[in-house]
């Protein structure tokens, strides 16, 4: 049963910066695209950001872009989240996900708000 976990998160301060990671275990995974969630108390599931697998195509949800970034490593089947310049308003769990079926082009990659598999979530709070 392969499992993803989140962690990274915390409560900061406007301004300040986060890292957040996503590592898998429990059994084989190959993604074909993984992605990073996000769920504010109230709101909807939003994807923010989301990085194919076999080449590293990115794509970024505009209420994030220019504030955060994705990678991944492949060897470790981890992905990973900056984020940056944070603000109150990017309070809200944030969750890893993943998909070893879809295989997105550009134009898709920030449609679904859910993946195949996905982690349990790790908090980020952001006081002003």
């Known amino acids: 049963q392969v499992q993803l976990q989140e962690s990274g998160g915390g409560f900061v301060q406007a301004g300040d910066s986060l890292r957040l990671s996503c590592t898998t275990s429990?059994?084989?995974?190959?993604?074909?695209?993984m992605g990073w969630f996000r769920q504010a108390p109230g709101k909807e599931r939003e994807i923010v950001a989301s990085i194919r697998w076999f080449d590293g195509l990115t794509a970024y949800a505009d209420s994030m872009k220019g504030r955060i970034t994705i990678s991944r490593d492949r060897a470790k089947n981890a992905v990973f989240l900056s984020l940056n310049s944070l603000k109150p308003e990017d309070t809200a769990v944030y969750y890893c996900?993943?998909?070893?079926?879809?295989?997105?082009?550009?134009?898709?990659?920030?449609?679904?708000?859910?993946?195949?598999?996905r982690g349990q979530g790790t908090q980020v709070t952001v006081s002003s």
């Open positions: 996900g993943g998909e070893t079926r879809w295989r997105p082009i550009l134009s898709t990659m920030l449609s679904r708000n859910d993946y195949e598999y």
């Open positions: 429990g059994g084989t995974f190959r993604p074909t695209v």
